[in-house]
C-alpha cells in the first residue's frame, strides 16, 4: 500500500451517461480520463455485454477518440453517440450497427450537435444544434463583440433520417432557446422541449414547455414558466415536467412535479407535494414518474405514483453511502423497453464511481464496471457521517475524514472543505470526492495527519425545502456559524488541535471561505476559489445578477447595509489568517475582479495573501490546471498547519 499521488486522483476513469439496451442484454456508457500530453479530458465509449456473469468490455471508437452521449435506438439495432473528431466541424452524430460493428457518420451540423433522441420507430434521431449565424455575418463586417445581458445564439431541433442521411429542421427563430431533454411523444408525431427566451442564464425562471409537430412543425407553448424537463406520459396524453410555483426565489425552492394536458395544456395539477426535496425528472413509465433527488448525504432514484401519489425509493442504502451519481442534465432514465432494468453510475463510501444494473422487482444489483480496482495499492480513508446541533437549533450534518489511528492525546490538524451550489452537499458516497479531481486533495491531506470536515451546512440539498431557504436574506452568516459550531464539537472531543484549523472551498464554499477566513479568527489558513467577496460588486459583474438578487433580498440600492456585511472585503483589515486565492481569469459567474479586490486589500493592510489566476472557467477542466490547483492547495497547508516548507513556495506578504 501507498500513499496516493495527486495524479492518482486525476487518472481516476470516471464513468457517466450509462445506457443499458431495450433488451437489457448490453450497456454503453462514457468514460472520462486525462491525456497529459495535449492536456484535456478525453471521453469515450464502452459497451458492455452482460450475457455472462462476467461483463464483456469493448471500446466503441479507437483510444484517443472523443466520443459520448451514446442513446440505443428503440429497436435495439443500433447505437447513436457523438464524436468530436478531428475533421468534424464541432461534434457530429455517428450510428454503430450492433450486428454488423460498422460505423458511419449522420450529419455535418455547422455549429455541431449537442444533443439528440431516436425516434420511436428508429427510423429518425432529433438533434438539438447551438446556431449563431447572425453574429458570425455580424463579425465578418465589425470584428468581436458581446453585448450585455443579450445573447446572439439559439439552440433548435433538427431531424436527420437514419437511412438517406437527409436533415431537416424542425424549430427556428429568436422566440425561444431549445434547451435541453427534448423527448418524443410515444406516437412519434411531436416533441416536448422547455425553451428559454434565449440563451442566456438571465432567462432560466422564464422556461415555457412547448410542442413541435413534426408533420407541419407547427410550435405551441402549453405551459407558462418556470418549468423545466419534461417528459410525456406512456398513453401520450400529458406531460410532467419540474415546477417553480410562481412568486418563489426559484434559486433557493425545491421544486414540484407538475402535470397537464399534452392537447391543450390544462388541467396543471402539483402532484408528490408529500416528498420534500427537489426532484428532477427522469422518465415516465408504466409504474409512475422516475426521478432522483437528495436524501441527507446521498442522492436515489425515485418513482412516483400520479395516481396514488406514492413515491417508491428505487436504489438502496447498501453499501455503505451507496449514491447514484448526478445524472447528465440532458439524461432521461435508462431502462430496458418494460422498465425492469435501469443503469446508472454509482458509487459508495469505500468504491470510486462505478456503473451499476438494478432490477427495479427485486432490488439485485449488479456492478458492471471494476474501477475501484485501480485504488486498491493506495493507502485510502473511507469517511463517515456526523451531526451537531447549532446555537440556534438548527441539527447540522457533515462528512468527516480522519486519519488512520488517531489517538485523543495525539491533537492533529483540521480542514473545513466547503461544497459550492450553495444547494449542493457534501456526499459520502465516494471513496475520492469530485474534490479530489480537481481542487483539493482531501485523501492526501488526510494521509498527512490531517482531519476533513465536509459540512452541509444550512441551504445544502438533502435536507428539505426550509433547510434550504435558511440561507435567504444574509447568506454566510448563519452558515458560519454552522461551520464554527462544527468545529467546536470535534474540537471537544480532544482531537483536534484549536490552533491548526484550515479552511477550503470553491465558488459559494469559496465565498464562504473568504467570509469566515477574514469575519473570524478561528483559521491559520484559507483557500478560496472562485469567491464571491464583494457581494455589490458581483451584482454589478455576473451573469447572473437575479442570484445575488435573490440572495439579499433586494439590489444594493435598496440594502446596501446588508451587502456590506456580507461582504469578505470589508473585513480585510482585521484579518490574521493567511489566505490562498485560485480563480479564473475568464469567470463571467464570479467574475476574477472579486479575487483582486480581496488579495489586494489583505496586503494593504498587512494580511497575508497569495493570489493565483488560470486560464479557464469557472473551474478547472484541464488536467494540467487540476494538478497545479491540487498542488498549490496540498502546500498551502502543509505549510499552515504542519510548518512544512514545500518547494516554490512563495508567499506574498
Known sequence: MRVPSIDDFIEIPIPSDAQLSPDGLSVAYAVTVPKWETDEFITSIWLASLASSTPELRLLEPSGCKSWYPRWSPNGRYLAFLSDQPRNRGSQIYCLEIASGRVKPLTNAPFGVVELAWSPDSQQIAYRMLENTRLRQEKTLYGPYEIADHSHFYHHLWLVELN??????????????????????PNGRKIAFHGWPAYHPKYSHESSVYTVELATRCVRKVANPPCEAVIWSPDGNQLAFNYCPPGEPWYFTNGK?????????GGLTIIGQSFDENPELLSWGKEGIYFHALQGTSRYIFCLNPVSQECKKLTCDTPPGFSVSMPQRNAHLSATSDYSQIAFVAGDRTHVEEVYVLETETGHLRCVTNFSKQMQSLKLQPSQVIQWRTADGVQVEGVLTKPANVQPHEKCPLIVCLHGGPAFFAALNQLIDKYDRGAYPIQLWVSGGSAVLQPNYRGSGGRGHVFRQLNLQKPGMGEIEDILAGIDALVEQGWVDADRIGICGWSYGGFLTALASTKTKRFAAASCGGAITDWSLQFSATDVPEFVEQCMQGTPWENPAKYFECSPVNYAPETKTAVLIQHSQNDVRVPVSNALSLHRRLIRHGGVSRLITYNMEHSPYRPKQCRHIMKENLDWFNHWLHLEEPELLDVEA
Open 164 to 185: 438517406s442521411g437527409q436533415q431537416n429542421r424542425l424549430t427556428e427563430g429568436t422566440a425561444f432557446d431549445v434547451r435541453e431533454r427534448f423527448q418524443w411523444s
Open 257 to 265: 412535479v407538475a402535470t397537464i394536458s399534452a392537447q391543450d395544456g
